[in-house]
């Protein structure tokens, strides 16, 4: 099992920045992508930056060139460091893990609200 927990949400003006932070804890050592989906009100939930066990990263193209995806591995956490954001980025953002033990599983944090004001 993986727990996941993110922070670091909240309120800022467009164009403003800000860093979140998901925390993995459990059976992370067999983690095979880590990264953020975000959901906006009647929208479907979408990948915005993950990143493999590899160090393979993919970006949304709507956020390439603002958002940064990293890693910190001594400390289980997964940030999502967010530039020049949007009112568009405005959503709910969910760390999302993916696991393979001896089959596939995939586990979400509870979210954290990003709201962009214009």
């Known amino acids: 099992q993986v727990q996941l927990v993110e922070s670091g949400g909240g309120l800022v003006q467009a164009g403003g920045s800000l860093r979140l932070s998901c925390a993995a804890s459990?059976?992370?050592?067999?983690?095979?992508?880590i990264g953020w989906y975000r959901q906006a009100p009647g929208k479907q939930r979408e990948l915005v930056a993950v990143i493999t066990s590899g160090g393979i990263i993919t970006y949304a193209d709507s956020v390439k060139g603002r958002f940064t995806i990293s890693r910190d591995n001594a400390k289980n956490t997964v940030y999502l460091q967010m530039n020049s954001l949007k009112p568009e980025d405005t959503a709910v953002y969910y760390c999302n893990a993916v696991r393979y033990s001896t089959t596939w599983s995939t586990y979400w944090g509870q979210g954290t609200q990003v709201t962009v004001s214009s």
């Open positions: 459990g059976s992370t050592f067999s983690i095979n992508r």
